[in-house]
C-alpha cells in the first residue's frame, strides 16, 4: 500500500495491530514529514499514534502504549536524516526512505541516545525528554522540505 494510503489507515484505525510495525511508523512519520512543518508532523504524530492504540485497546503501562519521548526522538531522527540525506539519496516514498536509512527501522537506535532508565522513566512518557548520552542530531529550519 502507498503511504496515503497506510496514513488513511493508521488514521482510522483499519490497519491490523501485527501491521503497525517500526517501518510502518517510519513511514507515517515521513510522509507527515513531507506534508507539513516539523511542528504540525509532530502535532499529527502524536494524535495519530494515540487514536490509533485506543483503537486497538493498546494498555498503558510503564514499557507499554505511547511514549512522548520516543515519539518526538524518532521524528526528530527520522526529519534530520530526510535533511541530511534528502539531495543525496532521494526518497520519493516512504519505503524508499526506510530503504535507504535502515537504521531507523530499530527502535534500538535510541539508544545511541538515551539510557534505558532516562527514555523509559515515567516521565518521559508523557514530555519529551532530552537524551542523556549525546544529543539529536540538528535539524534545518522548518523553511526547508525535502523533495517529493
Request: charged share 20%.
Amino acid at each position: 500500500m502507498d503511504d496515503q494510503e497506510l496514513r488513511r489507515r493508521v488514521e482510522d484505525g483499519s490497519l491490523p495491530r501485527e501491521q503497525w510495525t517500526q517501518r510502518a511508523h517510519v513511514r507515517v512519520a515521513f510522509y507527515y514529514l513531507c506534508l507539513y512543518s516539523s511542528s504540525e508532523a509532530t502535532e499529527r504524530l502524536r494524535a495519530t499514534i494515540r487514536a490509533y492504540n485506543a483503537a486497538h485497546n493498546v494498555s498503558e503501562g510503564p514499557t507499554s502504549g505511547y511514549n512522548e519521548t520516543t515519539t518526538v526522538a524518532f521524528l526528530h531522527l527520522i526529519h534530520s536524516t530526510m535533511q541530511a540525506y534528502g539531495q543525496a539519496i532521494p526518497t520519493p516514498n516512504g519505503d524508499a526512505f526506510c530503504d535507504a536509512h535502515p537504521h531507523l527501522l530499530h527502535k534500538e537506535v535510541l539508544r545511541l541516545f538515551y539510557s534505558p532508565q532516562r527514555r523509559l522513566h515515567p516521565d518521559a512518557k508523557a514530555n519529551f525528554i532530552e537524551p542523556d548520552l549525546a544529543p539529536l542530531p540538528s535539524v534545518l529550519s522548518d523553511d526547508w522540505m525535502p523533495p517529493r
